[in-house]
């Protein structure tokens, strides 16, 4: 019976008998298997997994294949228990099936389900000793994949190739360089799997040359070597031999391939040539997600993120669903615009389709809140995001840290120390930085000696300047210049200058100016050398000194900085310079602040005059004062926005401290919050306090 049955599971369903009274035969009718293989296969495709359940139930006898079928299915639609009930009821399986679930519990993530199988299986190929190596590759097992591979009766090409990409994925180069010489045929997947292994582990040039060895050896690329090869050319900017690819590609007629298009605009884009990147973009019509977020991303690694944001808008209108990486790349866009607005727009879609909680939006979103002064939604979303992995933490220290909520940055870093992560060169960042910020002089000592002690191989020139600007800011000025003279490594400018601006800060004339040679033997032209030093000269009085410096400037043709700040609303940024009267509104923005210069004296508030860094009369600096960019840019968001909203400012200098004393003030007169984000932090002005606490 059980033969009579075997033999049966020829047919995909029971014959039917029919008498044909016309003919007096009996006749029978079998619905083609082909008949329900397209079928179930169209309705796998569709996702329609439970409508291909039910035309499968309606098979009386499936065959072998149209298990098979079924169950691909259900592990394509993550259904793995589904997949293994149905191929237990399977009354005969052969190799594919066995081959076919295997594959499946692997797909599904399943390993120790997958290794069980394959013990159990009654004949293994060659194709389920690759399957079962690739899986273990594909979990970090590389022992396990390596063993197997030795163990196998045959190994035939597709091995050999699958152990070469997992070395590669695993990061194990040297054994994947190994393994690929001892070849002794390689195939075109050999080569492309070289090719990209390479280029994807650090190695572009080695990359490069072995696309030159490959096609030396007379073997022709396909559109993926194609496309490892243009990757290679944009990670170390050969814009000559990109080309060169370029007219290969189109010679061979590859140049509509989707992946070999995303490649040549990723390629251009890094060369800095965004209009051929857009020529490519526009020879044909794309409907993959991947060629539009190559032109987004390239649109925003050449600062055009106005355009970036433009192509994620067009991308929605014709219907294409962003991916992780669209977002990551349009929110950083959203971040570099200051555009919090399109920023909340982009995080609601992300919502909508279900990757708000994954890693790499939910990481982005954080840096694009941080960013824009919303610090409140940048831990709610930092909290929402299910698998942090170390990018998590450190853009949620780093964003406290800029904020100066120096206890939360430390309470985060406690957090990721029991969640097990450790700890890299950027968190140490965020920590030093948060103690800066904070003034939490010890703690900052404590993580610098530990970092010194224990972590000196990570220990980089940005931990030195936020270390000399902790003891800076504490007035420990001669600890500070000692430290950088004890560096294991030369002090590079930004680190003297964390020295000068602290020299600033204390009014220390003497050290300042050592630091100032040192900042110009390391950088002529810099800028802020000269500024820092000559408002120190001008805050004590010293004029004369003030008019050398500034001379000096001029005949080295150094151009100093001009302070501004900006306002982005509805889209639009509104800039201001100190004094400035161009804006449209500036006749309202006056009239709001000399309304507020009123308010601001009842309450006791006197100009400070040593910040008005001009040789001119006192009723005049009090002018320049009341006037600042910061100001005017207050006066327009008072005037622009509803009553009761935050504000949010940008300035790309340090806010000064008569500035700083009359912001307090007006958050309290108007009863807003004011955020200030200036060259070094975050300050969020509410009631008359500062988050900063008068320390930064």
């Known amino acids: 019976m059980s033969k009579f049955r075997a033999i049966f599971q020829t047919f995909s369903c029971p014959p039917k008998f029919f008498w044909k009274p016309s003919t007096g035969f009996m006749y029978y009718s079998n619905q083609s298997s082909l008949s329900y293989k397209h079928k179930l296969y169209n309705h796998i495709k569709d996702q329609r997994i439970d409508l291909a359940r039910r035309l499968f139930d309606e098979i009386r006898w499936p065959s072998t294949h149209l298990y098979t079928i079924m169950i691909n ?40 389900a997958a290794a069980n199988l394959f013990d159990k299986m009654p004949e293994r190929n060659v194709i389920s000793w690759t399957t079962m190596v690739d899986g273990y590759m594909r979990f970090g097992r590389v022992d396990k994949a390596e063993r197997l ?31 690929f010489g001892v070849m002794s045929y390689r195939d075109v997947i050999s080569w492309t799997s070289m090719i990209g292994g390479l280029g994807s582990n650090g190695k572009p040039n080695e990359s490069l040359f072995a696309f030159k060895k490959m096609v030396g050896s007379g073997i022709l690329p396909t559109a993926s070597t194609f496309a490892c090869v243009l990757t290679g050319c944009a990670n170390v900017l050969n814009l000559y031999f990109g080309l060169q690819i370029h007219g290969c590609v189109i010679k061979m007629g590859c140049s509509f391939d989707e992946f070999i298009c995303a490649s040549l605009i990723t390629f251009y884009s890094n060369c800095k040539k965004i209009e051929d990147a857009s020529k490519v973009f526009n020879e044909k019509l794309h409907m993959n997600v991947v060629v539009w977020t190559a032109l987004l991303t390239g649109k925003g690694l050449n600062d055009e993120h106005e355009g970036a944001l433009k192509v994620f808008t067009d991308m929605i209108h014709i219907g294409i669903l962003p991916n992780q990486s669209t977002f990551t790349s349009v929110l950083n866009s959203c971040c570099k615009l200051e555009a919090v607005g399109h920023g909340k727009e982009i995080h609601t879609m992300a919502i909508k389709l279900g990757l708000v909680n994954d890693v790499f939006v939910g990481n982005s979103l954080v840096v694009m809140y941080s960013e824009c002064g919303n610090a409140i939604d940048a831990v709610a979303i930092f909290r929402k995001i299910n698998k942090k992995n170390i990018v998590s933490w450190n853009s949620m220290m780093v964003g406290s840290a800029q904020h100066g909520f120096g206890q939360l940055t430390l309470t985060i870093f406690s957090q990721m120390i029991r969640g097990g992560v450790d700890p890299d060169e950027i968190t140490f960042t965020g ?48 600890e500070a210049e000692e430290l950088i003279k004890n560096m294991p490594m030369k002090a590079n400018s930004m680190i003297w200058i964390a020295l000068l601006s602290a020299c600033r800060m204390h009014s220390n004339l003497e050290v300042a100016e050592r630091a100032t040679k040192q900042i110009l033997d390391l950088e002529p032209q810099c800028s802020a050398a000269y500024v820092l030093l000559s408002n120190l000269y001008a805050s004590a009085g010293k004029w004369s000194d003030v008019s050398r410096l500034r001379v000096k400037m001029k005949h080295g043709g150094i151009i100093k900085q001009p302070g501004h700040s900006w306002v982005n609303l509805k889209g639009m940024k509104h800039e201001f310079l100190s004094g400035d009267r161009s804006h449209p509104l500036s ?84 009863g807003r919050e004011i955020v200030v984000r200036d060259s070094n932090r975050f300050h969020h002005f509410r009631s008359g306090i500062c988050s900063c606490g008068d320390y930064w």
């Open 431 to 478: 920590l030093l930085s948060a103690c800066s910020h904070s003034g939490m002089l010890q703690k900052g000592r404590c993580f610098f000696e530990y970092l010194s002690r224990y972590k000196s191989n990570m220990m980089k020139p940005q931990h030195y300047a936020c270390m000399v600007d902790i003891l800076g800011r504490w007035g420990k000025l001669e």
């Open 73 to 112: 299915g259900y592990a394509q639609n993550h259904k793995l228990i589904h997949a293994l009930d149905l191929f237990e009821k399977m009354p005969v399986r052969d190799t594919v099936s066995w081959n076919s679930m295997l594959k499946g519990c692997l797909d599904c993530g399943n390993l120790a």
């Open 587 to 670: 006749k309202k923005i006056y009239q709001k602040l000399e309304w507020l210069g009123g308010k601001l004296k009842e309450l006791g508030y006197t100009p400070e005059k040593r910040f008005s860094l001009h040789d001119v009369e006192d009723e005049q600096k009090e002018e320049m004062l009341s006037y600042h960019s910061e100001r005017l840019a207050i006066g327009f968001a008072l005037i622009s926005t509803v009553e009761g909203s935050t504000i949010t400012v940008m300035k790309n200098l340090r806010v000064c401290g008569d500035c700083h004393s009359a912001i307090k003030l007006i958050s309290k007169i108007v």
């Open 149 to 179: 591979f030795y163990e196998m009766p045959v190994r035939d090409m597709a091995a050999w190739n699958s152990m070469i990409y997992g070395y590669f994925c695993n990061g194990r180069v040297e054994d994947a360089i190994r393994l």
